[in-house]
């Protein structure tokens, strides 16, 4: 059925794809537009400070089964501190169309907090239009294993246990937990690297940090059932109050009221600043055609290794290879592969915490860094 939405009264479900740098939300929703049997599907995609790859990935891909209706870019900025200037109109324009999506799926950058946006739902023109149908958090099971996400729980008892300053978790960990406070889903994708026993200690260890009746699946490659992911109907809007989270305050804003004070950081509209991101930056490097995919490989592994890279993606040049090899870089993974006609190749995006060694990341990937 193609009506379902324009039933009088009935909103039209919005799913939002949250989880941190390369835990696997462009394949989950991949997956799930291929899966997605004839519904309408509008995709939103934000990214954090580069230019909109996963977008042209999506773009790129041609996938004849792929069912997106629309996809929409938001390249202001982190959808959670552009709402105002970027998602809503994005929203407005989706919902005025003859035929509105039937479902709108929302695919946020790995950096971005779930409250904000799914705050901005309150919003009078969005509200009586649309309904969040459920906050999916997608985790990456083999960092989490390696301890990479959460820091040492240890380590960071004692680190508090230092210092009465509250704030003390790293912006890392503060984002993930942010990201699993405001779930409805949690996603452990990338099950196929760890053992069942690590996906269960994971598992036990997460589910301390969600809200009660959360559920955890596990995945690979994102490969849910279309019921699983979405149809969750959560209303999450009217549901904030349960899905707290940090105070990602400044040195200059230490406002420590309630939600309603907070939010309004979407009023800023400084183009330059990231708001609550400002301890990450995001570097799109031009880089030089590699000897061999084996070279770009090793390099590119190298790269992830200096203190505060964190992701590293993008498509380059082979010498003697008329395709360029795209370039898909988390912790200790790298994944290439030849894709003809990827557009921007040549181009890294390099996103870390603030004050990583650009220097560095330049030396081992011959970056130039791009005119912004
Ligand atoms: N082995 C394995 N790799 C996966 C799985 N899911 C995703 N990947 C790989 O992990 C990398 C990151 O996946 P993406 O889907 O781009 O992750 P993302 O969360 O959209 O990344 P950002 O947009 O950078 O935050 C890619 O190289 C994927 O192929 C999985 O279940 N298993």
Redesign the pocket.
């Known amino acids: 059925m193609t009506t379902s939405s324009m039933q009088p009264g009935r909103k039209i479900p919005a799913t939002i794809v949250t ?10 929703i991949r997956n799930l537009l291929r899966n997605a049997d004839g519904r309408r599907i509008a995709l939103i995609v934000n ?1 954090f400070g580069d230019m909109g790859f ?1 977008g042209s990935l999506m773009n790129g891909c041609a996938d004849p089964d792929c069912a997106a209706e629309e996809v929409v870019e938001l390249t202001n900025g982190c959808i959670c501190c552009t709402v105002a200037d970027d998602f809503l109109p994005t929203m407005e324009m989706l919902l005025s169309r003859d035929t509105p999506p039937e479902h709108i799926v929302i ?1 946020t ?2 950096l971005a907090l779930p409250q904000p946006l799914v705050r901005a739902f309150s919003w009078p023109s969005v509200k009586s239009k649309v309904t969040v149908d459920g906050v999916v958090t ?1 985790l990456d099971a ?1 960092a989490l294993a390696e301890g990479r996400i959460v820091l040492d729980q240890a380590a960071l008892d004692a680190q508090r246990a230092a210092d009465d300053a509250l704030d003390h978790e790293s912006p890392v960990e503060e984002l993930f937990q942010d990201q699993l406070r405001c779930a409805d889903l949690v996603v452990l ?5 760890v053992s069942a026993e690590a996906l269960k200690d994971v598992q036990e260890k997460i589910a301390a940090d969600v809200r009660p009746a959360v559920h955890i699946v596990a ?4 490969t849910l059932p279309i019921e699983v992911l979405l149809g969750r109907g959560s209303a999450a809007e009217d549901d904030m109050a349960s899905r707290h989270e940090h105070h990602h305050h400044h040195d200059d804003d230490h406002d420590h009221d309630h939600d309603d004070d907070h939010d309004h950081d979407d009023h800023h509209h400084d183009h330059h600043d990231h708001h609550h991101h400002d301890d990450f930056e995001s570097h799109v490097l031009e880089v030089a055609a590699f000897d061999s995919l084996r070279t770009a490989e090793a390099r590119v592994l190298e790269a992830m290794a200096l203190k505060g890279v964190l ?1 590293i ?1 993008g498509a380059v040049l082979i010498d003697g290879k008329a395709a360029p090899a795209m370039v ?1 870089a ?1 912790g200790p ?1 790298v ?1 290439t592969w030849f894709a003809a006609g990827a557009e921007s190749a040549g181009k890294l995006v390099v ?1 870390g915490l603030k004050g990583l060694d650009l220097e560095a990341v330049r030396g081992l990937l011959g970056g130039v860094k791009a005119a912004a």
Do not use: M, P, Y
Request: without cysteine; neutral net charge.
């Open positions: 989880g941190f740098l390369g835990a696997g939300k462009t394949t989950l990214e996963d695919e950058s790995g997608v083999a994708n990338k099950a196929d690297l995945s690979e490659k994102g992701r993606k898909q988390v993974r994944e996103i």
